[in-house]
Structures are given as C-alpha cells and as structure tokens.
C-alpha cells in the first residue's frame, strides 16, 4: 500500500510543478545546464521507479506493484514533453491494474 501512496503523491507532484508549455530556442547556443534542465524534471520519478524495482525484486510480488509502476511511468511521461505520446496508454495500464486490485478486495 505503500508503492500506490508513494506512486500517487509523486505523480500529483510531477503533474504541479511541470510546465504547461515548453518552448524551444534554437536561435541561441545552449549550455550543459540547459540540457540537464530540460531532463531534471524525470530525475526524480526515475529514482522512485528504480527504488519500486529494487524493492519488488527483493520482496515477494504482490498486486500494487504493477499500480505503482504505472503510476511511476505516467508521471515519467508527464515529466518529459517528447513523450507526451505515451501518457493516454500509461494512464490506461494504470486504470487497468487499479481496476483488477479492485476486483481482487472486493
């Protein structure tokens, strides 16, 4: 229960702080800084998503990983304009795993 907590308050907080609209300047040389800016916003999610596959391979498996992993991912997808694609199949995977758990207490 922990992962899907976790999972669901790093997702809001990647969907706050990421910006509406992303532009690009490609009329003036960019630094080292401004690429890493541009990545610094899917840092986090990918040290939650390591951190949920280091605990899941060294516990037995249980049903909120599959929710928390997708959760992780949406906010992945979020967190990076090019994959923008992606967030509608994440976000039904997610809806998905939540739907068969729910299936499972009930």
Avoid at 27 to 33: A, L
Avoid at 64 to 93: D, E, M, N, R, W
Wanted: glycine share 2%.
């Amino acid at each position: 229960m922990l992962w899907f907590i976790a999972a669901f308050a790093i997702a809001t907080v990647m969907f706050f702080i990421t910006p509406e609209k992303v532009t690009s300047n490609s009329d003036c040389q960019s630094s080292i800084v401004d690429k890493l800016s541009k990545y610094s916003l899917v840092i986090l999610p990918l040290l939650v998503l390591s951190w949920l596959i280091i605990a899941i391979v060294s516990a037995p498996v249980m049903h909120f990983a599959g929710t928390a992993i997708g959760f992780v991912l949406t906010s992945c997808a979020i967190a990076l304009p090019s994959t923008h694609k992606y967030l509608a199949p994440l976000a039904t995977l997610t809806f998905a795993s939540l739907l068969i758990e729910l299936a499972l207490y009930l």
